[in-house]
């Protein structure tokens, strides 16, 4: 399903902001990117190893090392803060002030929250630690098990006031929260719109789920967790979690001065495939990729670098290079942003297009970590080194469980 009407508005990307296991803030995330660094190892965070064990070794994955939280936000409300929910100030606050919205009427901005079931890991300690005494537990925890609590500490904390709400599209989250910004703005509904891809903090529930159902990597790189992430190698076996969150302004072109945005979005496109499964449909990733370039009025051959969805799942790679063959993106430049930073589920989205907006921004591609196999070789790989490349469009994907398909096409503004 395509979306734009006749005569809508343009809408341009204005601020971003980014918190991610190898970088807080685009500075760093950007350094980090270029560089190939990461921060595979062993999950640490309590609740993510079995308690029966005692062991943090059984999952490995990208956890953020220290959160900067700016002095600005009280420590009254950051105590009952879940740390999505303290990531989600750090990383709005980043890209609030890039885009200068201080000076912007509260009541004409807006707030999608992208994700759900985002806070797994804390209600999971909860629950163990009342385990005894449920009467004990907090009064705030009738809050905080709630994804809206998200949004009612951001809208506590800035000057948002024409609405707020979440979003939840599996790991197409964060880029469905981007795309419904964007409709917000150009129906009018209001100015200026925060998109925000939600850190997904899970606990061991979750990720003994995913490895049962072969989505999550195993045990294979243990000894050697910087080699576990592996999109489009052959020797991949499954995607790697990754701490992250990323924020994305969008604005109707126009509205007011801003010095220089990042990118006009030229088209989008989302489908669902009728499919509670996994297993993702090449019908659908088709039919977005195809959707986003006939509502920006391109063809294959005008888009110059695609940031996939490349998870390192066996059948989601291999499903996505087949609808990037078929849509004729064979020769646009590819890299894989989760080989850098995991796999942040509802945050992937809205990570990935900061990563793409960053490197069009930079006129460079980061490199893709472990490529050294590729699935398919007649693609336009960027492989484990950066690359300078001269670039103006793009389009980045995102696919999520229940059969959800997602894509944006976007243009270095000019």
Avoid at 202 to 214: D, V
Wanted: hydrophobic content about 45%.
């Amino acid at each position: 399903m395509t979306s734009r009407l006749p005569d809508q508005p343009d809408v341009v990307i204005t601020g971003l902001g980014v918190t991610t296991a190898v970088g807080q803030g685009k500075d760093a995330f950007t350094a980090a990117l270029f560089e190939g660094r990461h921060a595979f190892a062993p999950l640490r965070r309590p609740g993510r190893s079995m308690p029966a064990d005692g062991s943090a070794t059984a999952f490995l994955g990208a956890e953020i090392a220290e959160l900067a939280v700016p002095e600005a936000f009280p420590a009254r409300v950051l105590r009952t803060a879940s740390l999505s929910a303290r990531t989600a100030l750090v990383t709005i606050a980043e890209a609030w002030h890039e885009a200068g919205l201080d000076d912007v009427d509260p009541t004409r901005i807006g707030l999608v929250v992208g994700g759900s079931n985002v806070q797994q890991r804390e209600l999971t300690q909860a629950h163990a630690r009342h385990a005894d005494h449920p009467e004990f537990v907090r009064p705030t925890y009738g809050l905080t098990f709630m994804d809206t609590d998200l949004c009612g500490l951001c809208t506590e904390l800035f000057p948002i006031r024409g609405f707020a709400h979440t979003l939840g599209g599996a790991s197409a989250s964060g880029l469905l929260a981007v795309q419904q910004a964007v409709w917000a703005v150009r129906s009018g509904q209001v100015d200026v719109c925060i998109a925000l891809g939600a850190l997904m903090d899970l606990s061991y529930w979750e990720f003994l789920a995913f490895r049962a159902m072969g989505a999550m990597g195993s045990h294979r790189f243990a000894d050697d967790p910087g080699s576990a992430c592996r999109p489009f190698d052959r020797q991949r076996d499954g995607f790697l979690f990754g701490e992250a969150c990323g924020a994305v302004v969008v604005e109707r072109e126009g509205v007011r001065r801003h010095p220089e945005p990042y990118a006009r979005v030229l088209g989008m496109a989302t489908a669902v495939d009728g499919n509670r499964n996994p297993d993702p449909s090449l019908a659908g990733e088709i039919s977005v990729i195809e959707g986003a370039l006939a509502e920006a009025g391109l063809s294959a051959s005008d888009i110059e670098y695609v940031n996939p969805h490349g998870t390192g799942s066996l059948i989601g790679d291999d499903t996505e290079l087949r609808a990037l063959a078929e849509c004729g993106l064979r020769d646009a430049r590819i890299n894989a942003t989760k080989s850098i930073t995991g796999h942040g589920l509802s945050a992937a989205g809205a990570v990935e297009v900061v990563a793409t907006l960053l490197q069009m921004r930079e006129q460079r591609l980061h490199p893709t970590r472990n490529l050294v196999d590729p699935v398919d070789d007649s693609f336009g790989w960027v492989r484990q080194e950066s690359v300078p490349f001269a670039f103006d469009t793009a389009v980045s994907l995102s696919m999520g469980f229940g059969g959800l398909s997602s894509a944006i096409c976007l243009r270095k503004w000019q």
